[in-house]
């Protein structure tokens, strides 16, 4: 009862300094979660508790984005524009306005679906059909590759021999056609890898911001102003989880943080189970792999398929369109090559990357308040899931557990 008392004291304590002086924007709204806390039905659990308090919070009031990552595309962009828009601002994918909409669309009208680094990718080596032996035509280069590489991702497990279809130059020679400069963002609007446009209307509640980041395992979404018809913020998971860590302190932080990842639902899988790619299979099949089982991320091991060599995330693949230069000593473009290339892209260019560098891991018994502080502290939307050895036991979208936590 007296360490009760004493936890109820520091709490207070906390409370009352954080009132004085809220050290950011997060927690000011951390604030206001700890203020319907306090009001809730005792009997309810602190998951019960807190689902009501984020039910009462509309998403008008989280912290607005920084402007760099509240940008819209206009679908007569193309698409080389469209990804130096996206590499420029540092963001994997932005909603789409129709430049052909009225003045008074509604925003279900103005805006056609999102555009994204990977759908930019996948619809381009998927155009063009396998190459037919009645064509009497010289095809291009360019043509064939395309064609090639459209063939190997377009059916089964790609093979190592697969990997030849994208050689050192085959981005370069993609990146500076016509067909890459004159394709327009609307004209891969029709294409079944076109993202929808899934947005909160700025009275939707703080609970069914987060039940859409995890059960659409959506990176971000947009927030629309009704009465303007257009997108008045954006929130990300990445926000969502340095929300949360500004809150550290706060008594329905620490009482929900407690919890351990084994006690929260987080699916065990075994060894073989774990979403991979090995090193010498082409590229083209970890996105692939990572857009078919909507993971963000995945781990590269070597022959024995149980070492870990590197990690490769769906982020990486503007490497594939923004540097295409550096695969030109490639006789193909294998993870192993991708990695390295990029690796040494990074270094010379004096920049990190989280996945392309070494794994964040941790263990069952990290509680999600761990957990949390580490994904903010790195950056990171991901986490990988060790055994006590160290040795690989299971990924998933670690953060997208931590969300369902709250619901």
């Known amino acids: 009862m007296a360490s009760m008392q004493l936890m109820r004291r520091e709490s207070d304590s906390v409370h009352e300094i954080m009132q004085d002086s809220p050290k950011s924007p997060e927690a000011r709204l951390g604030m206001k979660v700890e203020d319907l806390w306090d009001v809730q039905e005792p009997q309810l659990s602190p998951t019960e508790k807190l689902n009501a308090c984020f039910e009462s919070i509309p998403v008008s009031a989280f912290p607005p984005a920084p402007s760099s990552q509240v940008i819209e595309i206009k679908s007569d962009t193309s698409l080389a524009e469209a990804v130096q828009i996206l590499s420029e601002h540092k963001i994997l994918s932005a909603p789409v306005v129709d430049v052909d909409a009225p003045e008074d669309a509604s925003w279900i009208d103005r805006y056609i679906g999102v555009v994204e680094f990977a759908g930019i990718v996948v619809w381009i080596l998927h155009q063009s059909e ?3 032996p009645r064509s009497t035509t010289q095809e291009s280069a360019l043509e ?20 030849q279809a994208t050689s050192g130059n085959f981005f370069e020679a993609l990146t500076s056609s016509e067909f890459y400069k004159n394709t327009k963002v609307r004209d891969i609007a029709g294409s079944f890898r076109w993202a929808p446009f899934l947005a909160l209307q700025k009275s939707n509640s703080f609970l069914t911001m987060l039940l859409l980041l995890s059960n659409y395992k959506m990176k971000s979404v947009p927030v629309v102003d009704l009465g303007e018809a257009k997108i008045d913020n954006i929130i990300t998971q990445s926000s969502v989880i340095h929300m949360l860590a500004e809150c550290a302190g706060l008594q329905w932080f620490e009482s929900w943080g407690t919890k351990k990842l084994s006690e929260i639902g987080l699916p065990l899988m075994t060894r073989d189970h774990v979403i991979k790619v090995y090193e010498e299979e082409p590229v083209l ?3 692939k792999l990572m857009r078919k089982k909507r993971v963000g991320a995945i781990p590269i091991v070597d022959s024995s398929g149980i070492k870990v060599v590197g990690n490769i995330s769906i982020r990486d693949v503007q490497f594939l369109l923004t540097a295409p230069e550096i695969y030109h000593d490639y006789r193909s473009i294998t993870t192993k090559n991708f990695l390295t290339a990029v690796r040494s892209y990074l270094k010379k260019h004096q920049e990190t990357s989280p996945f392309v560098s070494g794994m964040v891991v941790c263990t069952k018994n990290y509680s999600v308040k761990e957990l949390i502080m580490k994904l903010d502290s790195e950056k990171i939307q991901r986490v990988y899931v060790v055994d006590d050895a160290g040795n690989l036991e299971g990924s998933d979208h670690i953060e997208r557990h931590n969300l369902k936590a709250c619901t």
């Open 130 to 132: 396998p190459p037919s």
């Open 144 to 163: 064939v590759a395309v064609n090639r590489a459209t063939n190997a991702a377009s059916f089964g497990i790609l093979g190592p021999e697969d990997a």
């Open 285 to 287: 099949q970890a996105f």
